[in-house]
């Protein structure tokens, strides 16, 4: 009997020595993936649709499933109220409470936040999916539905890592706290007070947030260290104080449309550069380091070109496109309000058009200098026109980027995670797009966040036919195991 258990022990010592138990989990993992895909499958079919005020009782639902989820994990769950979310007409609504939970709470280990989102963009089968967006549906191994990808199954895929340990009663190899929104769609609305206001109690003894809501750029895995901010305008051109008729006033009045579009004209060249005075200043320099890293990105430029649909792109090598997709800033004009935008040939001389336009950031630029620099660039030309119209700009969005440093420990860890769950390197790479959450994070919890994301390249996100592969999300699920067992090997700072 004595000698049987010592036996075990040191069974157990040895198997300590070479894994944590990873072959383990993995198999355990396999073992349950329907189960996975089926929890993925009753997620989606929830239409917590945040953009869409009808949707919210929908999205209350949405928040209890993970409510029960994590408490069936016996973790410390509560929902927190963020308040209520004012509508346009005045009314109020209540916002849905974010969900935060705790596993494990031993003091000497590393705690981990991880950060998602159960909310989705808007979808209906008219829209041109081929499936019913809120019917999970597996085509080829690939599972069709709108947020399994964005930020469903990357959720599920954490708190089924959790899971997975505990199953084995493997410890969990840090403490895992969780903070699942409901408003990440339409701008994360009551989450940055909420973050602000438990600094000090639940952020207080979290040593690193992570984030798994984004994708990789090819079929091979990827950690994440930045993304772009946005500052998004209005410039509304006022003139007469009606709608008129070309042929009847056309040539008697200076039109807001052409005032408008020809100083929109002034803001970026057909190269790409920007023209607006000063914004270039605050740009960081491309240091050699990024380069490398920009050499060892699989990326395929052809590829890319055709699955946008464009016979040119506007740099022809992989370093220059990305480096504009990523880490320098860009224009581009969305739309303009009150033109003439329906099919026919109406003959109107709007009276009053309001052109949209954003300016994606990067460090080291200030969303409050670049408001100015865009303002009185706008102005100035318009100045030089001596119209009689009247120029309005305002800024709506200023969201900073983030950057991280990717030499950090937990980019290390990710890498060592990434071997072991896919046996390769990952890529380093940014995000074109805003997570303005991630800068909130930073900001007021100071702590290091760390991008890792299970999307595929091709999932189309916020688009017609949006999935998640099994194989990601799978795989991704037993990267999280390798993961907390990573991170947990980062001597606390
Ligand atoms: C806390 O963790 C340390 C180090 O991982 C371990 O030695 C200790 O036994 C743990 N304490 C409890 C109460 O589990
Ligand atoms: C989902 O789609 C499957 C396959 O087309 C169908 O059998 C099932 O009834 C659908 N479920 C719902 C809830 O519409
Ligand atoms: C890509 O463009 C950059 C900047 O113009 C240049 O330094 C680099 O040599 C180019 N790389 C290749 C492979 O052509
Ligand atoms: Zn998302």
């Not at 069974?11 to 355990?28: M, P, Q």
């Not at 917590?48 to 408490?71: A, F, G, N, P, Y």
């Not at 509508?87 to 974010?98: F, M």
Request: charged share 25%; aromatic share 8%; hydrophobic share 40%.
């Amino acid at each position: 009997m004595k000698n049987n258990s010592v036996a075990v022990v040191l069974l157990l010592l040895a198997a300590g020595v070479h894994s944590f138990g990873f072959d383990e989990l993995t198999r355990y993992v396999d073992t349950h993936k329907e189960e996975y895909v089926q929890a993925l499958r009753e997620w989606v079919a929830v239409e917590s649709d945040s953009s869409d005020i009808t949707k919210r009782s929908e999205l209350h639902r949405m928040m209890e499933l993970v409510v029960e989820k994590l408490q069936h994990l016996g973790g410390k769950v509560e929902m927190v109220d963020i308040g209520m979310q004012e509508l346009p007409d005045g009314s109020t609504v209540a916002l849905p409470k974010v969900v935060t939970a705790e596993f494990g709470s031993n003091v000497s280990d590393v705690t981990v936040c991880v950060y998602g989102h159960v909310d989705v963009q808007p979808a209906q089968k008219e829209d041109g999916w081929s499936t019913d967006p809120y019917n999970l549906t597996d085509i080829n191994g690939n599972l069709y539905g709108r947020g399994a990808s964005d930020n469903k199954a990357p959720v599920l895929a954490w708190i089924h890592a959790v899971e997975a340990y505990q199953a084995l009663k493997i410890d969990l190899p840090v403490n895992v706290k969780f903070i699942i929104e409901g408003m990440e769609e339409t701008g994360s609305n009551g989450l940055a007070a909420m973050i602000e206001a438990q600094k000090d109690t639940f952020f207080s003894d979290v040593d690193y947030i992570i984030i798994s809501d984004c994708g990789w750029l090819s079929s091979r895995p990827a950690l994440t260290y930045g993304t772009r901010g946005n500052c998004y305008f209005l410039a509304e051109v006022e003139g007469p104080k009606q709608d008129l008729h070309s042929g009847v006033h056309g040539g008697t009045v200076i039109e807001p449309m052409t005032d408008l579009i020809g100083i929109l004209d002034t803001m970026i060249s057909p190269d790409g550069s920007i023209l607006i005075p000063g914004i270039m200043d605050a740009v960081s320099a491309f240091s050699h380091d990024e380069w490398r890293f920009y050499q060892d990105i699989e990326f395929d430029m052809d590829s890319y070109r055709a699955k946008i649909g464009v016979d040119q792109l506007m740099y022809n090598n992989k370093t220059e496109l990305l480096a504009h997709r990523w880490r320098y800033p860009t224009v581009s004009i969305h739309g303009i309000e009150g033109a003439f935008s329906a099919p026919g040939t109406k003959t109107v001389i709007p009276a009053k058009v309001t052109a949209k336009f954003s300016i994606r950031q990067v460090p080291d630029m200030d969303p409050a200098v670049v408001e100015k620099q865009v303002t009185d660039h706008l102005h100035s030309e318009f100045a030089k026109r001596k119209s009689p119209n009247k120029l309005k700009v305002r800024m709506v969005i200023g969201a900073k980027p983030w950057l991280a440093d990717p030499k950090h420990p937990l980019y290390q860890a990710g890498k060592a995670a990434v071997k072991r769950a896919f046996n390769t390197e990952p890529d380093l790479i940014r995000e074109g797009g805003t997570i303005p959450i991630a800068r909130t994070f930073q900001d007021v919890t100071e702590k290091n966040i760390i991008m890792l994301p299970i999307g595929g390249f091709d999932d189309g996100l916020h688009s017609q036919n949006e999935k998640m592969s099994r194989y990601n999300y799978i795989e991704g699920t037993k990267l999280f195991i390798a993961y907390l067992h990573e991170v947990a090997q980062i001597t606390k700072d």
